[in-house]
């Protein structure tokens, strides 16, 4: 599956399971195949643009093109005006990712003992969790998480754990304790309204 498409693809599996659809349900309400839609959601086959909106459009969801500068101020719309019995997914789409990056640490603690280091990444994650990640440090994240998956049983683990520790802390800081953006004025002229 296409990176661009799987996060797009993951919020609507979770609005369906939240909403308490099946994915049978799901194919009759879109008109595609159970099958069709678990190969989608298990990233088996890359859906196309009509059989997408198709599955959203059975959830009650829509599909729009936004200008990117607008995406806050849509965002926040949305927040706005979102009842409790509605799925939104307007703020980080990685939440299942961090979710399970936060199992692995527990479940490192559980078997290994705590350490400042698994304390370290467990508060990182937590602060990462609440921020809009750009695609690369969403994907300096997932890259820290499957180092992490990956040596947690070895010899080795505990430099690895710093290491990681530390990587996931400059993150946070470097998110932080960033320069704030650049005051836009409240309104321009144009060059031909030098005049007015």
Known sequence: MAYQSESLIAQAREIREASG????????????????????????????LSS???????????VMLVPKKLVPAVLGLVKA????????HA???NDKRFARAERLVKKMKHL????????RIEDTL??????????????LVRELMARLERYQASAQAAPIVRDIAQNLQR??????????????PAYSLDDGDANA
């Open 21 to 48: 659809v099946s994915q049978r349900a799901l194919s009759e309400r879109a008109g595609l195949t159970q099958s069709h839609i678990s190969q989608i959601e298990s990233g088996k086959m890359e859906p196309g």
């Open 52 to 62: 997408f909106i198709d599955m959203t459009r059975a959830l009650d969801l829509e």
């Open 81 to 88: 005006q979102a009842t409790p019995d509605m799925h939104i």
């Open 91 to 93: 703020g980080q789409p």
């Open 112 to 119: 290994y003992g705590s350490s400042a280091d698994l304390d």
């Open 126 to 139: 937590r602060f990462l969790r609440r921020v809009n990640l750009s695609d690369q440090e969403m994907q």
């Open 171 to 184: 993150l946070r800081n470097s998110i932080a304790h960033a320069a704030p953006p650049e005051p836009r």
